[in-house]
Protein backbone atom coordinates (compact mmCIF):
# COMPACT_ATOMS: atom_id res chain seq x y z
CA UNK A 1 0.00 0.00 0.00
CA UNK A 2 1.47 3.12 -0.99
CA UNK A 3 1.79 6.11 2.02
CA UNK A 4 -1.12 7.86 0.54
CA UNK A 5 -3.27 5.18 0.17
CA UNK A 6 -2.29 4.47 3.60
CA UNK A 7 -3.13 8.01 5.07
CA UNK A 8 -6.49 7.42 4.01
CA UNK A 9 -6.81 3.95 5.52
CA UNK A 10 -5.54 5.57 8.89
CA UNK A 11 -7.98 8.28 8.72
CA UNK A 12 -11.06 6.70 7.57
CA UNK A 13 -10.26 4.32 11.14
CA UNK A 14 -10.87 7.54 13.07
CA UNK A 15 -6.95 8.60 13.43
CA UNK A 16 -6.82 12.52 14.12
CA UNK A 17 -3.21 13.23 12.86
CA UNK A 18 -4.29 11.36 9.47
CA UNK A 19 -7.20 12.85 9.54
CA UNK A 20 -5.74 16.51 10.45
CA UNK A 21 -3.21 15.62 7.39
CA UNK A 22 -5.70 15.41 4.72
CA UNK A 23 -7.62 18.17 5.93
CA UNK A 24 -4.46 20.64 5.86
CA UNK A 25 -2.74 19.14 2.74
CA UNK A 26 -5.05 17.65 0.49
CA UNK A 27 -8.43 19.58 1.26
CA UNK A 28 -7.36 22.89 0.29
CA UNK A 29 -6.61 21.33 -3.49
CA UNK A 30 -9.43 19.10 -3.47
CA UNK A 31 -12.14 21.98 -2.77
CA UNK A 32 -10.41 24.11 -5.49
CA UNK A 33 -10.44 21.72 -7.67
CA UNK A 34 -14.21 20.51 -7.48
CA UNK A 35 -14.79 23.84 -7.59
CA UNK A 36 -12.79 24.38 -10.89
CA UNK A 37 -15.05 21.23 -12.25
CA UNK A 38 -18.08 22.44 -11.33
CA UNK A 39 -17.58 25.49 -12.89
CA UNK A 40 -16.74 23.68 -16.29
CA UNK A 41 -18.75 21.05 -16.05
CA UNK A 42 -22.24 22.47 -14.40
CA UNK A 43 -22.56 25.25 -12.94
CA UNK A 44 -22.98 27.22 -15.44
CA UNK A 45 -26.24 25.36 -16.47
CA UNK A 46 -27.47 25.35 -12.75
CA UNK A 47 -25.59 27.98 -10.93
CA UNK A 48 -28.37 28.63 -8.66
CA UNK A 49 -28.58 25.76 -7.50
CA UNK A 50 -25.24 24.39 -7.29
CA UNK A 51 -24.38 27.52 -5.35
CA UNK A 52 -26.51 25.91 -2.40
CA UNK A 53 -24.26 22.84 -2.62
CA UNK A 54 -21.08 23.76 -3.07
CA UNK A 55 -20.11 26.42 -0.15
CA UNK A 56 -17.02 25.42 1.50
CA UNK A 57 -18.55 23.82 4.71
CA UNK A 58 -20.57 21.45 2.45
CA UNK A 59 -17.52 20.46 0.12
CA UNK A 60 -15.30 19.69 3.59
CA UNK A 61 -18.53 17.94 5.14
CA UNK A 62 -18.80 15.83 1.95
CA UNK A 63 -15.42 15.73 1.50
CA UNK A 64 -14.67 14.00 5.91
CA UNK A 65 -17.82 11.93 4.51
CA UNK A 66 -15.56 10.52 1.36
CA UNK A 67 -12.62 9.69 3.57
CA UNK A 68 -15.04 7.81 6.39
CA UNK A 69 -16.78 5.46 3.74
CA UNK A 70 -12.87 3.18 4.21
CA UNK A 71 -12.23 4.03 0.13
CA UNK A 72 -10.00 2.53 -2.39
CA UNK A 73 -8.17 5.14 -4.24
CA UNK A 74 -5.16 3.19 -5.44
CA UNK A 75 -3.55 6.50 -5.36
CA UNK A 76 0.00 6.28 -6.45
CA UNK A 77 0.77 9.70 -5.36
CA UNK A 78 -0.44 13.28 -4.02
CA UNK A 79 -1.70 14.37 -7.19
CA UNK A 80 -3.63 11.02 -8.15
CA UNK A 81 -5.03 11.29 -3.97
CA UNK A 82 -6.08 14.59 -4.61
CA UNK A 83 -7.79 14.03 -8.01
CA UNK A 84 -9.81 10.70 -6.76
CA UNK A 85 -10.95 12.44 -3.91
CA UNK A 86 -11.95 15.62 -5.69
CA UNK A 87 -14.10 13.55 -8.42
CA UNK A 88 -15.82 11.50 -4.92
CA UNK A 89 -16.82 14.99 -3.97
CA UNK A 90 -18.13 16.41 -7.46
CA UNK A 91 -19.91 13.08 -8.03
CA UNK A 92 -21.75 13.30 -4.21
CA UNK A 93 -22.65 17.05 -5.14
CA UNK A 94 -23.70 16.89 -8.33
CA UNK A 95 -25.90 13.74 -7.98
CA UNK A 96 -28.02 16.02 -5.04
CA UNK A 97 -28.23 18.82 -7.38
CA UNK A 98 -29.60 16.73 -10.11
CA UNK A 99 -31.95 14.47 -7.59
CA UNK A 100 -33.43 18.15 -6.50
CA UNK A 101 -34.16 19.34 -9.66
CA UNK A 102 -35.57 16.09 -10.36
CA UNK A 103 -38.26 16.25 -7.74
CA UNK A 104 -38.80 20.12 -8.54
CA UNK A 105 -39.92 19.08 -12.52
CA UNK A 106 -41.72 16.21 -11.26
CA UNK A 107 -43.48 18.49 -8.69
CA UNK A 108 -44.20 21.04 -11.19
CA UNK A 109 -45.49 18.16 -13.30
CA UNK A 110 -48.04 16.84 -10.25
CA UNK A 111 -46.07 13.19 -10.80
CA UNK A 112 -44.28 11.04 -8.32
CA UNK A 113 -40.92 11.09 -7.96
CA UNK A 114 -39.27 9.19 -11.15
CA UNK A 115 -37.47 6.27 -9.93
CA UNK A 116 -34.23 7.16 -12.64
CA UNK A 117 -33.98 10.23 -10.07
CA UNK A 118 -33.54 8.14 -7.06
CA UNK A 119 -31.73 5.49 -8.28
CA UNK A 120 -29.66 8.19 -10.14
CA UNK A 121 -28.14 8.69 -6.65
CA UNK A 122 -28.62 5.72 -4.82
CA UNK A 123 -25.05 4.60 -5.21
CA UNK A 124 -22.95 7.15 -4.22
CA UNK A 125 -24.74 9.11 -1.96
CA UNK A 126 -22.76 10.89 0.93
CA UNK A 127 -23.53 9.24 4.39
CA UNK A 128 -27.20 10.24 6.01
CA UNK A 129 -25.15 13.17 8.12
CA UNK A 130 -24.26 15.12 4.18
CA UNK A 131 -27.60 14.03 3.11
CA UNK A 132 -29.37 15.86 5.42
CA UNK A 133 -26.89 19.22 5.17
CA UNK A 134 -27.33 19.03 1.79
CA UNK A 135 -31.09 18.86 1.70
CA UNK A 136 -31.22 21.84 4.41
CA UNK A 137 -29.44 23.76 1.39
CA UNK A 138 -32.04 23.21 -0.87
CA UNK A 139 -34.36 23.93 2.11
CA UNK A 140 -33.40 27.32 2.37
CA UNK A 141 -33.50 27.89 -1.08
CA UNK A 142 -36.69 27.13 -1.23
CA UNK A 143 -37.23 29.72 1.66
CA UNK A 144 -35.45 32.51 -0.74
CA UNK A 145 -37.53 32.03 -3.75
CA UNK A 146 -40.67 31.57 -1.59
CA UNK A 147 -40.22 35.54 -0.51
CA UNK A 148 -40.11 36.22 -4.27
CA UNK A 149 -43.20 37.31 -6.34
CA UNK A 150 -45.29 34.33 -8.67
CA UNK A 151 -43.39 36.22 -11.98
CA UNK A 152 -40.20 36.08 -10.66
CA UNK A 153 -40.47 32.39 -9.29
CA UNK A 154 -42.25 31.22 -12.96
CA UNK A 155 -38.88 33.09 -14.35
CA UNK A 156 -36.32 30.93 -11.93
CA UNK A 157 -38.63 28.18 -12.78
CA UNK A 158 -37.64 28.46 -16.60
CA UNK A 159 -34.43 29.17 -16.61
CA UNK A 160 -32.83 27.12 -13.61
CA UNK A 161 -35.91 23.71 -13.56
CA UNK A 162 -37.20 23.24 -17.38
CA UNK A 163 -33.67 24.76 -18.95
CA UNK A 164 -35.75 27.20 -21.31
CA UNK A 165 -33.71 29.68 -23.72
CA UNK A 166 -34.40 33.17 -22.95
CA UNK A 167 -36.09 33.58 -26.17
CA UNK A 168 -38.70 31.28 -24.96
CA UNK A 169 -38.47 32.60 -21.77
CA UNK A 170 -39.52 35.66 -23.53
CA UNK A 171 -42.41 34.80 -25.16
CA UNK A 172 -43.36 32.90 -22.01
CA UNK A 173 -43.67 35.41 -19.52
CA UNK A 174 -44.57 38.31 -22.93
CA UNK A 175 -41.57 39.93 -22.30
CA UNK A 176 -40.32 42.59 -25.37
CA UNK A 177 -37.28 40.54 -26.40
CA UNK A 178 -34.71 37.83 -25.05
CA UNK A 179 -32.09 40.51 -24.10
CA UNK A 180 -35.10 41.98 -22.12
CA UNK A 181 -35.71 38.32 -20.87
CA UNK A 182 -31.92 37.87 -19.84
CA UNK A 183 -32.04 41.14 -17.84
CA UNK A 184 -34.56 40.04 -16.35
CA UNK A 185 -32.95 37.02 -14.69
CA UNK A 186 -29.86 38.52 -14.14
CA UNK A 187 -31.53 40.76 -12.02
CA UNK A 188 -33.44 38.12 -10.50
CA UNK A 189 -29.89 36.40 -8.96
CA UNK A 190 -29.05 39.77 -7.97
CA UNK A 191 -31.94 39.66 -5.29
CA UNK A 192 -31.62 35.88 -4.87
CA UNK A 193 -28.19 36.50 -3.77
CA UNK A 194 -28.54 39.47 -1.03
CA UNK A 195 -31.72 36.80 0.56
CA UNK A 196 -29.42 34.00 0.81
CA UNK A 197 -26.75 35.98 2.10
CA UNK A 198 -28.89 37.05 4.70
CA UNK A 199 -30.15 33.27 5.27
CA UNK A 200 -26.02 32.49 5.91
CA UNK A 201 -25.04 31.10 2.04
CA UNK A 202 -22.26 32.66 0.61
CA UNK A 203 -20.76 31.19 -2.61
CA UNK A 204 -16.96 30.32 -3.44
CA UNK A 205 -16.57 33.02 -5.93
CA UNK A 206 -18.54 34.96 -8.17
CA UNK A 207 -22.03 33.97 -9.98
CA UNK A 208 -21.51 33.44 -14.03
CA UNK A 209 -24.03 35.05 -15.73
CA UNK A 210 -27.07 32.64 -17.17
Known amino acids: MTPWNELLRLAADG ?43 IVQEVFLAVVKSRPEAGARNEFELQAWLASQVQNRIVDRVRFHLAQ ?17 VAGRDPTPSVVAALDERARILE ?35 EEAARSAFRRLQAKLAVRLHRLGVQSHGDIPPS
Not at 44 to 50: A, I, K, Q, S
Not at 105 to 113: E, F, K, S, V
Open 15 to 57: DEEARARLLREIYPKVEAQVHRNLDRDFRRRHPWMLQMFSTGD
Open 143 to 177: VALAELDERQRCLWQLRMVEECEFGDIARRLDLAS
Open 104 to 120: RRNAQRARPLATDAGDA
